[in-house]
C-alpha cells in the first residue's frame, strides 16, 4: 500500500524538474522578451511549483502513516502527522524569498530587482529553489521504501538534513530581509498617503474659510458633499442655509443644463443633492423646479441603458443613482411639509423609470416601497396642513 505514494511523488518531481528547465534556460522562448510576456512567465513557471507542492502532501501524509517518521519522538500518530505537516509548511514558506529570487533571476524573466541581490545570495536562493526540493523529494522516497531497519542510514539521513539547513538558512535571512522592507515600503507609502491626506484637509480648510455669500452656489458645492470634512461640510451647509438668495440661486442651479459650464451653475448631480442636504425650509416657488428636475433624472434613466455599453448591467443604476434617488425622496417631504407641494406624480414616473430601465437592480426592488412610504408621509403631511391654519 505505502508503494502508491510513489506515483505523486515521481510525478511530483517531474514538475520540479520542470520548474528547474524553465528556471535555467538560456533565454526567454520567442515572442516572449517584452515586460508583460516576462510578467507572465513568472505564473508559468510558479505553476509546477504549486501542483508539486500540493501532490507531496499526500506523500507526507502517507509517509507518517508508514512508519516513515518514526524517528520523531512522539508515540501519538496524530501529532507525528501534525509536526510533519507543520514542518511541510515552514519549509515551503521557508523556500518561497529563494524560489522568487531564482524566477527573478531567470533569463526568461530578468527582474530588476532580484538581479540586485548579491552573488552569494543569488546562488544560495538557486540551489534551495532548484536542488534542495529535489533532495528532500528523494528523501522522503527513501523513507517510504527502504526497510524499516535502513531508513536511518547516514547518506539519505545526511543528505536531507543538509537541504534543510541550507533552505532554513537562506530562507530566513532573505525571507526575513525582505519581509523588513516590504514594512518599510509600506510605512513609506502610508506615510505619503497621509501627508496628502493632511495637506487636502489644510487646502479644503483654507478654501472654505475664504467663502462668502458672494460667491456663486457652485463654489460652496465641494464642500457640502460626501467627500467633505464633516467639520466643513455641517458649517458649510449651515451658512448655505442662511445665504440670503440660496432660493433663487437653487432654482438656477436645478434649471442650468448638464451641459452647463461650473461658472454658470453647479454640475447636474450636486444641484439636485444640494436642495436635500441644506437645511432650510423651501417655498412653493421650488415646486416646480424641483418637479422638472425630477422628470429630467426620470428621462435620464430611461434612456441611460445602451446595449454593450458602460452603463449595461443591472446594477449601475444602484451605484451611480442611489443619492440622487434618495435625494428626490428627501425633497419632496421638505417641499411638502414647508409649502404643501405634492410631488407624488413626479416621483411615481422616477420610480417606473428605474423599475422599466434595471428591473433587476437593488433600487427597482427597494425604491418602489420607498416611494410608497413617502407618498404616505406627504399625504398625511398636505390632510394635516388646513388644521394647522
Same mark, same amino acid.
Given at each position: 500500500?505505502?508503494?502508491?505514494?510513489? $506515483?505523486?511523488?515521481?510525478?511530483?518531481?517531474?514538475?520540479?524538474?520542470?520548474?528547474?528547465?524553465? $528556471?535555467?534556460?538560456?533565454s526567454p522562448w520567442s515572442g516572449w522578451g517584452d515586460g508583460p510576456s516576462r510578467g507572465a512567465m513568472v505564473l508559468v513557471m510558479l505553476q509546477p511549483v504549486l501542483l508539486s507542492w500540493l501532490l507531496l502532501t499526500p506523500v507526507v501524509i502517507g509517509a507518517v502513516f508508514a512508519g516513515g517518521f518514526a524517528w520523531?519522538? $512522539?508515540?501519538?500518530?496524530?501529532l507525528r502527522l501534525t509536526l510533519a505537516l507543520l514542518g511541510s509548511?515552514?519549509?515551503?514558506?521557508?523556500?518561497?524569498?529563494?524560489i522568487a529570487i531564482a524566477i527573478g533571476i531567470s533569463a526568461a524573466v530578468a527582474d530588476s530587482d532580484s538581479l540586485a541581490f548579491g552573488p552569494l545570495a543569488k546562488a544560495s536562493s538557486l540551489l534551495v529553489a532548484t536542488l534542495a526540493p529535489l533532495i528532500l523529494m528523494g528523501w522522503l522516497a527513501?523513507?517510504?521504501?527502504?526497510?524499516?531497519?535502513?531508513r536511518g542510514a547516514m547518506l539519505p539521513g545526511a543528505a536531507g538534513l543538509a537541504a534543510l539547513l541550507l533552505t532554513t538558512l537562506t530562507g530566513g535571512i532573505l525571507g526575513t530581509g525582505m519581509l523588513a522592507e516590504e514594512i518599510a515600503?509600506? *510605512?513609506?507609502?502610508?506615510?505619503?498617503?497621509?501627508?496628502?491626506?493632511?495637506?487636502?484637509?489644510?487646502?479644503?480648510?483654507?478654501?472654505?474659510?475664504?467663502?462668502?455669500?458672494?460667491?456663486?452656489?457652485?463654489?460652496?458645492?465641494?464642500y457640502t458633499d460626501r467627500f467633505a470634512p464633516e467639520d466643513v461640510r455641517q458649517p458649510a451647509l449651515r451658512r448655505l442655509a442662511a445665504r440670503p438668495t440660496l432660493e433663487p440661486d437653487l432654482i438656477a442651479a436645478l434649471a442650468a443644463p448638464d451641459t452647463g459650464s461650473p461658472d454658470a451653475a453647479i454640475d447636474s448631480e450636486r444641484a439636485f443633492?444640494?436642495?436635500?442636504?441644506?437645511p432650510f425650509e423651501p417655498s412653493a416657488a421650488m415646486g416646480e423646479p424641483l418637479r422638472a428636475r425630477i422628470g429630467r433624472?426620470? *428621462?435620464?434613466i430611461r434612456t441611460l441603458r445602451q446595449p454593450r455599453s458602460s452603463n449595461d448591467f443591472d446594477d449601475y443604476v444602484d451605484s451611480w443613482y442611489e443619492e440622487r434617488l434618495a435625494a428626490a425622496l428627501v425633497m419632496s417631504k421638505k417641499i411638502a411639509a414647508s409649502a404643501g407641494v405634492d410631488l407624488s406624480d413626479a416621483l411615481r414616473d422616477?420610480?417606473?423609470?428605474?423599475v422599466e430601465a434595471y428591473p433587476k437592480s437593488r433600487s427597482a426592488k427597494t425604491y418602489p416601497g420607498q416611494v410608497a412610504a413617502t407618498t404616505k408621509q406627504i399625504e398625511a403631511v398636505l390632510a394635516a396642513r388646513p388644521r394647522q391654519n
Open positions: 500500500m505505502k508503494y502508491m505514494f510513489n $506515483v505523486p511523488l515521481a510525478v511530483a518531481a517531474l514538475l520540479h524538474a520542470w520548474f528547474i528547465s524553465l $528556471v535555467l534556460m538560456p520523531l519522538r $512522539v508515540h501519538r500518530q496524530w509548511l515552514l519549509i515551503a514558506i521557508l523556500t518561497l524569498p529563494c527513501w523513507v517510504i521504501n527502504a526497510p524499516p531497519a535502513k515600503v509600506e *510605512r513609506k507609502t502610508a506615510a505619503r498617503y497621509q501627508k496628502m491626506d493632511d495637506e487636502r484637509n489644510v487646502a479644503t480648510h483654507s478654501g472654505f474659510a475664504k467663502l462668502t455669500d458672494a460667491d456663486p452656489l457652485w463654489k460652496w458645492a465641494g443633492l444640494l436642495p436635500a442636504a441644506i433624472l426620470a *428621462r435620464e422616477l420610480q417606473s423609470a428605474v
